[in-house]
Structure formats: structure tokens, C-alpha cells
């Protein structure tokens, strides 16, 4: 009579069906960072407008905020100083209008960058879907499902948030920045040529950070594709492996 066979084979098909994708892209960086940029400003092209207004609505609220310190040094070095109480309560109530002016112009920047940033990755996810329906068969052959899903929802969403906020955080701090130093070296070319010194070394450190950041974020989206990818064709399909 013969024993009947081993199941030793089972880990082996086991494992090999949790082993997920079997390519997995690699993510890189791009080629030529202008023209990426540029194909991505075509798609702010629609919205100049808009992305005026915010641009403006940035320099008034950085300068409103530049403005609240030095009603604040004023009010201290003349009124306070001097006893000046009514001049003391026309300074906070400049301070106070400022601060709220400056908070209402910053909420609408990013109300309307945020509208702006919708509408232009809405364009993107359909030119991008697009062309998805004009691949070979072959392409999704090679490329997991699940990373497909990764690149149309991750990436895009990580775009969105370099559209509609890091750039107005950029654009408000370059502006403060420059505010600052010309308020410094107004008051004190001395003081303030030796608090430059120290900017060579904020370059360095700030490029050092980044540079291990972008490799961060780029092994982050690789294994949000790779686990995306066993989601969508391990997990998705166990009930049909079941059946």
C-alpha cells in the first residue's frame, strides 16, 4: 500500500502566494526636476487669478506680522516708558488689528490655495487615468495593482500638500526672512551682520536634513506601494483562493 504523500509542500505554496508582488518599481528621483515642475505648473496654468490673489494675501499677512513686533518694541520704548496711556491703548489696538487682519488674510490664502490645488490634481488624476486606459496589457502585467493604486492616491496626495501648503509656507517665510533682516540691520547693521554669520551654517544643515529626508520619503512611497500591492492581490483575493 502506498503512504500516502507528505504535506510538506504546503508551507512551500504558502509562502510563495504571501510573497506579494513580484516587481516592485523602485522609486527614484526625477530625471530632470524643472520639467517636471513645468508639466506640473501647467496644470496651475488655469488658475493664475487665483494664485495672484494668494500670492498678495501672503505679502500682506507676513507684513501685518512683521508689524505686530514692532508696535510691540514701540509701544514698550515710547509709551510704556514714557507713561503715555492713551498712546499705549492706540498701539494695542494697531497690535490687535494686525493680528486678527493677518490671521483672516493667512485662512484665505489657504482656503483659496487649497480650492486651486483641488482643482488642478482633479486634472492630474484624469490625465493620469487616462492614459492608464491607453497602456498594453503587458504594462500591468509587470506592475503590481496595488502600486498602480499606490502612485494614483499616495503620490498624488503628497503633491497635494506641496501645492497647497508648502508653498505659501515657503513663499511667507522667504518674505519674513527678508523683512527681518532689513528690520535688523535698520536698527543695527553691528548686531545684525553678526547674527548673519550663522546663516552659512543653517544652508548646510538645513541641505543635510533634507537630503536624508527626500531618501526617507522615497523608501516611505516604496513600501506604501509594496504593501498596497499584497493588499490588493493577496488580501483582495483570498475569498476567491478559498473558493
Known amino acids: 500500500m502506498q503512504a500516502p504523500k507528505s504535506n510538506d509542500s504546503q508551507p512551500n505554496i504558502r509562502a510563495q502566494m ?3 508582488p513580484v516587481r516592485v518599481t523602485k522609486i527614484e528621483k526625477a530625471q530632470d526636476s524643472r520639467r517636471a515642475i513645468a508639466r506640473l505648473l501647467r496644470y496651475l496654468s488655469p488658475y493664475r487669478v487665483g494664485l495672484v490673489l494668494v500670492c ?13 513686533p514692532y508696535l510691540m518694541g514701540r509701544a514698550i520704548d515710547r ?14 489696538l494697531l497690535m490687535l488689528g494686525a493680528y486678527v487682519s493677518g490671521n483672516l488674510f493667512e485662512a484665505v490664502s489657504a482656503w483659496v490655495m487649497a480650492a486651486i490645488s483641488q482643482g488642478a490634481l482633479k486634472s492630474l488624476r ?13 504594462f500591468f502585467d509587470r506592475n503590481p495593482a496595488g502600486e498602480l493604486m499606490s502612485r494614483l492616491t499616495n503620490d498624488i496626495d503628497a503633491i497635494n500638500q506641496a501645492v497647497s501648503q508648502n ?12 523683512g527681518i533682516l532689513v528690520a535688523m540691520f535698520i536698527l543695527n547693521a553691528w548686531l545684525a551682520l553678526a547674527s548673519v ?7 548646510w544643515f538645513t541641505n543635510f536634513v533634507a537630503r536624508y529626508t ?6 516611505l512611497q516604496l513600501h506604501l506601494g509594496e504593501l498596497n500591492g499584497v493588499m490588493e492581490e493577496a488580501i483582495s483575493g483570498q475569498k476567491v483562493v478559498k473558493a
Open 18 to 20: 504571501a510573497r506579494g
Open 56 to 68: 498678495a494675501l501672503v505679502i500682506l499677512y507676513t507684513l501685518l506680522g512683521l508689524a505686530g
Open 79 to 92: 509709551f510704556i516708558a514714557g507713561k503715555d496711556i492713551p498712546g499705549l491703548v492706540r498701539t494695542v
Open 214 to 219: 527626500r531618501k526617507g520619503f522615497r523608501g
Open 197 to 203: 554669520l550663522v546663516v552659512p551654517l543653517m544652508f
Open 167 to 178: 508653498v505659501t509656507s515657503l513663499l511667507a517665510s522667504v518674505l519674513s526672512l527678508g
Open 126 to 138: 484624469r490625465d493620469l487615468f487616462a492614459h492608464l486606459q491607453t497602456l498594453s496589457l503587458s
